[in-house]
Nanobody, 123 residues
Framework: QVQLVESGGGLVQTGGSLRLSCAASGRTFSSYAMGWFRQAPGKERNFVSAISKSGGSTYYADSVKGRFTISRDNAKNTVYLQMNSLKPEDTAVYYC????????????????WGQGTQVTVSS
């Protein structure tokens, strides 16, 4: 089992940047693919980005391609989401998640979730 704790959210103006971090407990972090999802008020939780166990493969939702970058440091048991050129529509609670499954771009693939961190982008 793995426990996940997100940090780095906050309030930023349009065009600004934030870096989210997700720290994982346990000694098996490198055996999990990791993903970021977000949920705006009244909406479903949607896929944002994912990264394979080794970090060699990354995936992005079309809405964030070219603006967000996912990375991981297996030595630090941490996954990051660098968010640049933020827009008001990026406002949401951001969740990180972990999975051992092969397909990692769907919400149903993930078994472990963090508590979320709020990102608010003002216009």
């Amino acid at each position: 089992q793995v426990q996940l704790v997100e940090s780095g959210g906050g309030l930023v103006q349009t065009g600004g940047s934030l870096r989210l971090s997700c720290a994982a407990s346990g000694r098996t972090f490198s055996s999990y693919a990791m993903g970021w999802f977000r949920q705006a008020p009244g909406k479903e939780r949607n896929f944002v980005s994912a990264i394979s166990k080794s970090g060699g493969s990354t995936y992005y939702a079309d809405s964030v391609k070219g603006r967000f970058t996912i990375s991981r440091d297996n030595a630090k048991n941490t996954v990051y989401l660098q968010m640049n050129s933020l827009k008001p529509e990026d406002t949401a609670v951001y969740y990180c998640a972990a999975t051992r499954k092969v397909v990692i771009t769907t919400r149903s693939a993930y078994d472990y979730w963090g508590q979320g961190t709020q990102v608010t982008v003002s216009s």
